[in-house]
């Protein structure tokens, strides 16, 4: 049973426009819930965390919307560039335990 | 500041040789991963540990073991390789018992013909 659900798998975004990245989640105890940018040939590195007390948290161009009603929270990325061409996850994860991943999309911003 | 280090980087066994993943890290974190990430899969917990001299499973342990050498190092085995086992492996650590993020070693691609 996936406990975090991702969508879309794939996305491609004209430079300047708005990428948007959605995930869903089951477990009601989550209380943490990162998003993770993977480049080619590297390992995944934090981008932006939120926590369920709050439904927004704007990191410059990056912002997390959370709806614990939902049990949705989606990744904006404001003005996307070519440099934002990478696979996103997002993580959930409940106190004192492992992350759990979505299935990953993988980005393409084109000029 | 190196990180996480992993190696190899890259390798190629044959269906039945062992393999043993190191990684290593030099943040002075408690806990330790070690994930598989397959194409339309995402990222998979094979096994994680804690705090030093304890290990638990995660969701794909079959096939594997691991071991917490030390506060800095925890290896991933594969006693009896197979094709089901071509992935690339990431070991990733953080502190404990907080919202620290996770950091990522840059993988090992590993094929098993």
């Known amino acids: 049973q996936q406990q975090v659900k991702q969508s879309p798998q794939s996305l491609i975004v004209q430079k300047g426009g708005i990428s948007i990245i959605n995930c869903a989640y089951e477990n009601t105890a989550f209380d943490y819930f990162p998003w993770y940018q993977q480049f080619p040939g590297k390992g995944p590195a934090l981008l932006i965390a939120i926590r369920p007390d709050v439904s927004e948290k704007k990191e410059g161009r990056f912002t997390i919307s959370f709806n614990k009603s939902a049990k949705q929270f989606s990744l904006h990325i404001m003005d996307s560039q070519p440099g934002d061409s990478a696979t996103y996850f997002c993580a959930a994860r409940r106190r004192n335990t492992p992350l759990v991943f979505g299935k990953g999309t993988r980005l393409s911003v084109i000029a | 500041n190196a990180g996480v280090t992993q190696t190899p980087k890259f390798q190629v066994l044959k269906t039945g040789q062992s393999m043993t993943l190191q990684c290593a890290q030099d943040m002075n974190h408690n806990s330790m991963y070690w994930y598989r990430q397959d194409p339309g899969m995402g990222l998979r917990l094979i096994y994680y540990?804690?705090?030093?001299?304890?290990?638990d499973k995660g969701e794909v342990p079959n096939g594997y073991n691991v071991s917490r050498l030390n506060k800095r190092e925890f290896s991933l085995r594969l006693e009896s390789a197979a094709p089901s086992q071509t992935s690339v492996y990431f070991c990733?650590?953080?502190?404990?018992?907080?919202?620290?993020?996770?950091?990522f070693g840059d993988g090992t691609r590993l094929s098993i013909l």
């Open positions: 990733a650590s953080k502190y404990s018992n907080s919202n620290q993020p996770q950091h």
């Open positions: 540990s804690a705090s030093e001299g304890t290990t």
